[in-house]
């Protein structure tokens, strides 16, 4: 198994522009979640999905974030526009029933 | 909603020592309860976890234990070793299947040879 995949690994961008963050579960599972980890604030569920329809996004820091999730295999997280606050470690991760996660590589951003 | 508490947030032992982090919940709803190592760099890997059926549950030389009544739940590592060196987390979750999981805010171990 290829375990949780993201895309890109690293990403450097400048305030304004849109940024956007690939993930693709692990095949057969039903619950994708995204997270933010800063050291400040630590690990934040921003927002997931059950069976690809988004449950709870409450964590979503405002309306410049937007994920979906069009299809069992494939989830976006959107950040536009962004800004130096957002510069984070991004984490994709999925389960089965929703109790044991794993987590994908992560996505390094950082807006300039 | 639920808030997750961990201490210490920093943990030095000598090699071969035991090691024990404890997190606290407020939600009573909560009935699983995971923890994640993550080392420097990498992504949080699931180590263990317990549902709230069981009081005890242990993995070679790491073990879990919850009360619930108390509402508290402790993550035991003996015999360390340096590459248990990393941060920990915890993590509850408020409600039943297909929710999410509210993470403490990490306890960074130091396994000192």
């Known amino acids: 198994d290829a375990g949780v995949i993201q895309s890109p690994r690293h990403e450097v961008t400048e305030m304004g522009q849109e940024v956007t963050l690939r993930c693709k579960p692990i095949?057969?599972?039903?619950?994708l979640f995204w997270y933010r980890q800063t050291m400040m604030r630590g690990l934040e569920l921003l927002i997931y999905f059950n069976n690809n329809v988004p449950i709870d996004d409450s964590g979503m820091p405002e309306d410049r974030f937007s994920a979906k999730m069009p299809n069992a295999s494939f989830s976006t997280l959107k950040i536009q526009p962004s800004e130096p606050r957002d510069s984070a470690v991004y984490f994709c991760?999925?389960?089965?029933?929703?109790?044991?996660?794993?987590f994908g590589p992560g996505t390094r951003l950082t807006v300039t | 909603g639920e808030n997750v508490e961990q201490h210490p947030s920093t943990l030095s032992v000598q090699e071969g020592d035991s090691a024990v982090i404890k997190c606290t919940y407020s939600d009573s709803a909560s009935n699983y309860f995971p923890w994640y190592k993550q080392e420097l760099g990498k992504r949080p890997q699931l180590i263990i976890d317990i549902r709230s059926n069981v009081g005890e549950k242990k993995d070679q030389r790491i073990a879990v234990t919850l009360n619930k009544t108390a509402k508290h739940f402790s993550l035991h590592i003996t015999e360390t070793q340096p590459e248990d060196s990393a941060v920990y987390f915890c993590a509850a979750s408020p409600r039943e299947y297909g929710n999410k999981l509210v993470f403490g805010a990490g306890t960074i171990l130091r396994v000192k040879s």
């Open positions: 991760a999925s389960s089965l029933n929703a109790y044991e996660q794993y």
């Open positions: 095949s057969g599972h039903n619950s």
